[in-house]
Nanobody, 120 residues
Framework: QVQLVESGGGLVQPGGSLRLSCAAS????????MSWYRQAPGKQRELVAR???????NFVDSVKGRFTISRDNAKNTVYLQMNSLKPDDTAVYYC??????????????WGQGTQVTVSS
Protein backbone atom coordinates (compact mmCIF):
# COMPACT_ATOMS: atom_id res chain seq x y z
CA GLN A 1 0.00 0.00 0.00
CA VAL A 2 0.97 3.64 -0.43
CA GLN A 3 0.79 6.34 2.22
CA LEU A 4 0.74 10.09 1.60
CA VAL A 5 1.60 12.68 4.23
CA GLU A 6 0.84 16.33 3.54
CA SER A 7 2.27 19.32 5.37
CA GLY A 8 2.85 23.04 5.00
CA GLY A 9 -0.61 24.50 5.31
CA GLY A 10 -1.48 27.34 7.61
CA LEU A 11 -2.66 30.91 7.93
CA VAL A 12 -1.05 33.56 5.75
CA GLN A 13 -1.83 37.15 4.83
CA PRO A 14 -2.79 38.14 1.28
CA GLY A 15 0.33 38.45 -0.83
CA GLY A 16 2.20 35.95 1.29
CA SER A 17 3.65 32.57 0.40
CA LEU A 18 3.38 28.97 1.52
CA ARG A 19 4.97 25.75 0.37
CA LEU A 20 3.00 22.53 0.61
CA SER A 21 4.71 19.15 0.70
CA CYS A 22 3.39 15.68 0.00
CA ALA A 23 5.59 12.68 0.71
CA ALA A 24 4.67 9.26 -0.65
CA SER A 25 5.91 6.03 0.85
CA UNK A 26 5.16 2.34 0.73
CA UNK A 27 5.08 -0.23 -2.03
CA UNK A 28 6.00 2.11 -4.89
CA UNK A 29 7.71 1.04 -8.07
CA UNK A 30 7.32 4.34 -9.89
CA UNK A 31 5.29 7.52 -9.72
CA UNK A 32 3.74 8.76 -12.95
CA UNK A 33 1.92 11.86 -11.77
CA MET A 34 1.53 13.96 -8.65
CA SER A 35 -1.21 16.53 -8.38
CA TRP A 36 -2.66 19.11 -6.04
CA TYR A 37 -6.39 19.66 -5.69
CA ARG A 38 -8.28 22.05 -3.46
CA GLN A 39 -11.76 22.33 -2.09
CA ALA A 40 -13.26 25.43 -0.53
CA PRO A 41 -16.35 25.30 1.71
CA GLY A 42 -19.48 24.79 -0.35
CA LYS A 43 -17.53 24.32 -3.57
CA GLN A 44 -16.45 21.37 -5.67
CA ARG A 45 -12.94 20.02 -5.56
CA GLU A 46 -10.80 21.37 -8.39
CA LEU A 47 -7.46 20.46 -9.89
CA VAL A 48 -4.85 23.11 -9.06
CA ALA A 49 -1.62 21.72 -10.50
CA ARG A 50 -0.32 18.47 -11.95
CA UNK A 51 3.16 17.17 -12.63
CA UNK A 52 3.83 14.12 -14.82
CA UNK A 53 6.84 11.84 -14.98
CA UNK A 54 7.67 13.27 -18.39
CA UNK A 55 8.18 16.71 -16.90
CA UNK A 56 4.93 18.25 -18.02
CA UNK A 57 2.95 20.54 -15.76
CA ASN A 58 -0.55 21.96 -15.81
CA PHE A 59 -2.17 24.67 -13.72
CA VAL A 60 -5.64 25.99 -13.32
CA ASP A 61 -5.87 29.46 -14.85
CA SER A 62 -6.47 31.17 -11.53
CA VAL A 63 -3.02 30.22 -10.18
CA LYS A 64 -0.86 30.51 -13.30
CA GLY A 65 2.14 32.71 -12.66
CA ARG A 66 1.75 32.41 -8.90
CA PHE A 67 2.06 28.69 -8.11
CA THR A 68 4.85 26.27 -8.97
CA ILE A 69 4.79 22.49 -8.71
CA SER A 70 8.03 20.55 -8.32
CA ARG A 71 9.18 17.07 -7.37
CA ASP A 72 12.02 15.42 -5.52
CA ASN A 73 12.00 11.96 -7.06
CA ALA A 74 14.56 10.58 -4.61
CA LYS A 75 12.16 11.35 -1.76
CA ASN A 76 8.93 10.63 -3.65
CA THR A 77 7.81 14.09 -2.66
CA VAL A 78 5.88 16.77 -4.51
CA TYR A 79 5.81 20.43 -3.55
CA LEU A 80 3.44 23.25 -4.31
CA GLN A 81 5.03 26.67 -3.96
CA MET A 82 2.27 29.24 -3.59
CA ASN A 83 3.16 32.90 -3.99
CA SER A 84 1.07 36.05 -4.06
CA LEU A 85 -1.68 34.27 -2.21
CA LYS A 86 -5.21 35.60 -2.39
CA PRO A 87 -8.24 35.05 -0.15
CA ASP A 88 -9.79 33.01 -2.97
CA ASP A 89 -6.96 30.50 -2.53
CA THR A 90 -8.39 29.55 0.86
CA ALA A 91 -9.25 25.86 0.78
CA VAL A 92 -8.26 22.42 1.92
CA TYR A 93 -5.48 21.24 -0.38
CA TYR A 94 -5.18 17.57 -1.25
CA CYS A 95 -2.28 15.69 -2.79
CA UNK A 96 -2.95 12.92 -5.32
CA UNK A 97 -0.33 10.42 -6.45
CA UNK A 98 -0.67 8.03 -9.38
CA UNK A 99 1.83 5.37 -10.30
CA UNK A 100 2.81 1.73 -10.30
CA UNK A 101 3.15 -0.38 -7.21
CA UNK A 102 5.81 -2.97 -6.66
CA UNK A 103 3.16 -5.44 -7.81
CA UNK A 104 3.13 -3.58 -11.16
CA UNK A 105 -0.49 -2.59 -10.67
CA UNK A 106 -1.60 1.01 -10.99
CA UNK A 107 -2.42 2.93 -7.83
CA UNK A 108 -4.18 6.19 -7.12
CA UNK A 109 -4.02 7.64 -3.61
CA TRP A 110 -5.08 10.88 -1.94
CA GLY A 111 -3.51 12.65 0.99
CA GLN A 112 -5.39 13.66 4.12
CA GLY A 113 -5.62 17.32 3.15
CA THR A 114 -4.02 20.43 4.61
CA GLN A 115 -5.82 23.69 5.35
CA VAL A 116 -4.64 26.88 3.67
CA THR A 117 -6.24 30.10 4.90
CA VAL A 118 -5.44 33.45 3.31
CA SER A 119 -6.79 36.29 5.39
CA SER A 120 -5.79 39.64 6.80
Amino acid sequence: QVQLVESGGGLVQPGGSLRLSCAASGSIFSINAMSWYRQAPGKQRELVARSTSGGGTNFVDSVKGRFTISRDNAKNTVYLQMNSLKPDDTAVYYCRVEGLGTNYLRFDYWGQGTQVTVSS
